[in-house]
């Protein structure tokens, strides 16, 4: 038995003996995303109040990367075709939902560690916080039967890869189109700053 799959019975032993543990477990493991969606929210809520346009652009990325991440994902999880837990041990304990969907990489590994590695170019307490809840959801995943360990550690790191160099691309163009867009009537929406402050902390030296 590889090291991975003992990991998986031992947890998959675990959630059988903590009766009371389940309900919270598999409600986080299922509706954990809402918990994601406000951080995202928080995410833009803060660039929104920082005047800087460098943090609205990672703030408008996370979400966007976010999905990027998880359009990569089903390619690569269909080309790998890894069963679930359940297909290949019957016996063991699932308190998710069947799904037929392939295992390799966990989907919700893949959103909670591209949403961390967003939020973290907007503000690393932030970031901290999603990290922490990017960490329960992946062993939530497993504690449920839905996926092995190897699933959704290799969710959190393809989501947080996706994220961190979509935006290494993507941030000149993001980082334009903030300013541009300050200058319309979506401007509330993108910072709460006077236009005078703005101008103030993107040119310091200026009178």
Known sequence: M???????LTINELARATGWLQPVVLAYASYGVVLFAALLLGGWWLARRSASVPAMAAALWAPAGMLLALAINQPVAALVGEPRPDTLYPHILVLAQHSTDPSFPSDHAVMA???????FLVSRRLGAGSALAAVLMAVARVYVGAHFPQDVLAGLLLGAAVALVGFRVASGVLT?????????PLRPLLTSAPVRTRLAVEHPTAS
């Not at 590889?2 to 998986?8: E, I, R, S």
């Not at 560690?113 to 939020?119: D, I, K, P, Y």
């Not at 334009?176 to 319309?184: F, P, R, Y």
């Open 113 to 119: 560690g591209s949403v961390t590695a967003g939020l």
């Open 176 to 184: 334009k189109l903030v300013t541009a867009l300050e200058a319309g």
């Open 2 to 8: 590889n090291p991975d799959t003992a990991l998986f």
